[in-house]
Structures are given as structure tokens and as C-alpha cells.
């Protein structure tokens, strides 16, 4: 099992739709998840952190289960400019260093 | 602030120049790291730095040095570049390695053609 596992989509949907991506992670001591979003060859930008007891940014609303080992992003009301990749990233550690390992990232088109 | 700094934007090389992209912060970050992303792989760690004369190895660290003499400064070096080099080369770094600190944030990007 890879560490971190994304679907890569592309997710199609239609302006105001819900949409949901979970990723997966193999660490089971992992302790720090994170939401990033990145636009066509721009950088990724932090999206939201993911806490334990789920958080809520706007349309953006992120879960983590540790009992499954993955953490979901639901983005509410699609908007065209939501159209990104959103790649999810897991810390882990690396000779005795904590460092993230991001997942491939899964494709969102939100068309009109 | 700027930010995470990384120069050149685009390079291009021939198969056996060496050649250093170069990253810097201004945020007084102790964490410095450096992933390339390629198609279908996703970003992959290559080098990483937790403080001034710190530096360990990511996942794919083979073809590249890199040192951390300053906090601010972290060059990643190619020895002798190869088409499979051929790259976007990103620059991160964080607060720290720490819960609530390992917030990465990402320089622009530096895209890298071996020929």
C-alpha cells in the first residue's frame, strides 16, 4: 500500500454541486493532514489543516478518520473556480524527522 | 515578505551540466525542503534541511547535493543533469517539523528540461 493514496479524477461536475475526495495513508502514526490546492503549473497553497474533530472552511469541509486512515475534503456550491487539483499530504517520519509525503493529487472541473 | 523565492523560473540543459537552483525565505523558517513533480507521480521529496548545517535525504535523492549554510538559503544542486531530471523543481518550507509548525509553503516553481 502506497503511503498516500488520491483518486486522481478528473472529477467533472456541474456548477453547484457537492463533491467529495478522500485520500488514504498507511502511516498509522501520522498525525499532521493537510488540504492543498494547486492550479495548472502554479505552486500548491495550503487549502485547510485537518483536526481531529473535522473542520469547516466556507464551502470547504474536512474530515479525518483514523480509524480507516483517510481524511475527505467536501467541497459544497462548485463553483468554476474551484477547478483545480487538491492534493492531500500526511506527515511521516524520515530518519527520525517528520516530513510530508503528498498524495498524486485528484483533478476537479467545474464546468458551466 | 516574499515568501519562498526560487530562481530560475526555467532552465534548460544539456545532458551532463551541472547547474544549481537556487530557494529562499524570508520567514525565518527552520524547515526547508525541496520535491520535483512529474506527471502521473506527484511531488516527491528529494533533500530536506530542519536547521542551518542540517540536511537528510528524501525519497529521490540520487543526482542532486544540496547544504544549508545559511536559514535562509537552500540550493539544490545537479551534479551532471540527465533527461530523466527533466522536472518542476519546488522549493518548501515550514516553522518547523512539528505538529502545528509543518505547514508547508511553496516557492514558484522552477521548470527544468534535460535534453
Known amino acids: 500500500r502506497k503511503e498516500v493514496e488520491q483518486d486522481p479524477g478528473p472529477f467533472n461536475v456541474p456548477e453547484g454541486a457537492t463533491v467529495a475526495f478522500n485520500c488514504t495513508y498507511s502511516n498509522s502514526a501520522s498525525q499532521s493532514f493537510f488540504w492543498y490546492r494547486q492550479d495548472c503549473r502554479k505552486e500548491p497553497k495550503l487549502l485547510m489543516s485537518?483536526?481531529?474533530s473535522g473542520n469547516e472552511d466556507g464551502r470547504f469541509t474536512a474530515q479525518l478518520n483514523r480509524a480507516s486512515q483517510y481524511i475527505s475534503l467536501l467541497i459544497r456550491d462548485s463553483k468554476l473556480s474551484d477547478s483545480a487539483t487538491y492534493l492531500c499530504?500526511?506527515?511521516?517520519?524520515?530518519?527520525?524527522?517528520?516530513?510530508?509525503?503528498f498524495g498524486k493529487g485528484t483533478m476537479l472541473l467545474v464546468s458551466p | 515578505n516574499a515568501g519562498v523565492t526560487q530562481t530560475p523560473k526555467f532552465q534548460v540543459l544539456k545532458t551532463g551540466q551541472s547547474m544549481t537552483l537556487q530557494c529562499a525565505q524570508d520567514?525565518?523558517?527552520?524547515?526547508m525542503s525541496w520535491y520535483r513533480q512529474d506527471p502521473g507521480m506527484g511531488l516527491r521529496l528529494i533533500h530536506y534541511?530542519?536547521?542551518?548545517?542540517?540536511?537528510d535525504q528524501g525519497e529521490v535523492p540520487n543526482g542532486y547535493n544540496v547544504s544549508r549554510s545559511t536559514t535562509e538559503d537552500f540550493p539544490l544542486r545537479l551534479l551532471s543533469a540527465a533527461p530523466s531530471q527533466t522536472s518542476v523543481y519546488f522549493c518548501?518550507?515550514?516553522?518547523?517539523?512539528?505538529?502545528?509548525?509543518?505547514?508547508?509553503?511553496f516557492g514558484a516553481g522552477s521548470r527544468l528540461t534535460v535534453l
Open positions: 520567514m525565518n523558517h527552520e524547515y
Open positions: 518548501a518550507s515550514s516553522q518547523g517539523t512539528a505538529p502545528g509548525a509543518n505547514v508547508l509553503t
Open positions: 499530504a500526511v506527515n511521516s517520519k524520515n530518519s527520525g524527522y517528520s516530513t510530508l509525503t
Open positions: 534541511s530542519v536547521g542551518a548545517g542540517i540536511t
Open positions: 485537518v483536526y481531529s
